[in-house]
């Protein structure tokens, strides 16, 4: 299983094993690093609304072409093991609720689009060298998770970045994965689920065997 979040409580990325019932926490990332919030300072950058706009990005991306990467490698940093770190230098998020970004990030970027100003092939590249990141990023934890349940093909989404469907056919084309379940209300309204279904399973006297109804 694979959370990949803005933040949830302190959470904003997570990996799990699920085996007979019962899940296992393998691995944690916490805020203020997140893939999610990463891709969403770039949304407000480009002048769409952070929290509903995201896929607008993940649609202009295909216009664009990665072009940014040394100025994006400045802004993120992937580490072997799967895990981030977000250059704060660049995001306000952290301490202000004004703008998600700082002038830096306009002095590396160039000048950020207003919502009523034309789309230019400069904020194309923009969105496809996010993209690439986010992407990268998604791969780095599938490769990783995959290392910590040897053999497993399976996986399970959740998670706002869990429904970037161009970062979840990557995972499907370069890792292991070949079966990807994604929860489709994988945002804060798809907990009461969650929590539904786990209190079910963990509670009940009999295993809990999944069906063609329950997938």
Same mark, same amino acid.
């Given at each position: 299983?694979?959370?990949?979040?803005?933040?949830?409580?302190?959470?904003?990325?997570?990996?799990?094993?699920?085996?007979?019932?019962?899940?296992?926490?393998?691995?944690?990332?916490?805020?203020?690093?997140?893939?999610?919030?990463?891709?969403?300072?770039?949304?407000?950058?480009?002048?769409?609304?952070?929290?509903?706009? @995201?896929?607008?990005?993940? /649609? &202009? +991306?295909?216009?664009?072409?990665?072009?940014? %990467?040394? !100025?994006? =490698?400045?802004?993120?940093?992937?580490?072997?093991?799967?895990?981030?770190?977000?250059?704060?230098?660049?995001?306000?998020?952290?301490?202000?609720?004004?703008?998600?970004?700082?002038?830096?990030?306009?002095?590396?970027?160039?000048?950020?689009?207003?919502?009523?100003?034309?789309?230019?092939?400069?904020?194309?590249?923009?969105?496809?060298?996010?993209?690439?990141?986010? @992407?990268?990023?998604?791969? /780095? &934890? +599938?490769?990783?998770?995959?290392?910590?349940? %040897?053999? !497993?093909? =399976?996986?399970?989404?959740?998670?706002?970045?869990?429904?970037?469907?161009?970062?979840?056919?990557?995972?499907?084309?370069?890792?292991?994965?070949?079966?990807?379940?994604?929860?489709?209300?994988?945002?804060?309204?798809?907990?009461?689920?969650?929590?539904?279904?786990?209190?079910?399973?963990?509670?009940?006297?009999?295993?809990?065997?999944?069906?063609?109804?329950?997938?």
């Amino acid at each position: 299983i694979m959370t990949v979040d803005g933040v949830g409580e302190w959470t904003t990325t997570a990996l799990y094993r699920a085996e007979k019932g019962a899940i296992e926490l393998l691995k944690e990332i916490d805020y203020p690093d997140s893939l999610g919030l990463f891709y969403s300072a770039i949304t407000a950058f480009l002048g769409f609304r952070v929290n509903e706009d @995201e896929y607008k990005v993940m /649609g &202009l +991306a295909c216009y664009g072409e990665p072009v940014l %990467e040394s !100025e994006f =490698n400045q802004l993120i940093t992937f580490l072997a093991d799967g895990s981030f770190s977000l250059n704060l230098d660049y995001f306000s998020f952290p301490y202000t609720r004004k703008r998600m970004y700082t002038d830096k990030l306009i002095e590396l970027l160039g000048p950020e689009r207003n919502k009523e100003d034309p789309i230019t092939e400069h904020h194309q590249n923009i969105a496809a060298t996010a993209q690439r990141f986010l @992407e990268k990023g998604i791969l /780095g &934890l +599938a490769n990783h998770l995959s290392s910590l349940c %040897e053999g !497993e093909t =399976n996986l399970c989404m959740a998670g706002g970045v869990a429904l970037n469907c161009t970062a979840n056919t990557e995972i499907i084309r370069q890792t292991v994965f070949n079966e990807v379940s994604i929860q489709p209300a994988a945002g804060d309204g798809g907990g009461s689920m969650g929590a539904a279904l786990y209190v079910a399973n963990t509670m009940a006297q009999n295993e809990y065997t999944p069906t063609a109804e329950h997938s």
